[in-house]
Nanobody, 121 residues
């Protein structure tokens, strides 16, 4: 089995910063991509940022210049530094990883449980 555990999130004022972290564990042979999605009430889940195993980062236009995705110090971890937060960034943020387990010949997507980010004064 593969598990993704998120940490961080919370309540912050507009213009503030938060940092989210995600750690993948379990029977992991390799990870192709790790990233973050978010889902606001009444809206579809959307990609926020992703990072490939070759360190290619991709960002949603709405967060470019404000959010930074990076690899953590520990293996199979990724962080999302969120600066200049806006009320429209309020959502549940989900960690996502495209993982090939040791017991499988193909990769598939795994999800964390989600962490709430609320930007409000």
């Amino acid at each position: 089995q593969v598990q993704l555990v998120e940490s961080g999130g919370g309540l912050v004022q507009p213009g503030g910063s938060l940092r989210l972290s995600c750690a993948a564990s379990g029977s992991i042979r390799s990870i192709n991509v790790m990233g973050w999605y978010r889902q606001a009430p009444g809206k579809q889940r959307e990609l926020v940022a992703s990072l490939t195993s070759g360190d290619i980062a991709n960002y949603a236009d709405s967060v470019k210049g404000r959010f930074t995705i990076s690899r953590g110090n520990a293996k199979n971890t990724v962080s999302l530094q969120m600066n200049s937060l806006k009320p429209e960034d309020t959502a549940v943020y989900y960690c996502n990883a495209d993982v090939r387990p040791w017991y499988d010949t193909t990769s598939r997507a795994y999800w964390g449980q989600g962490t709430q980010v609320t930007v409000s004064s």
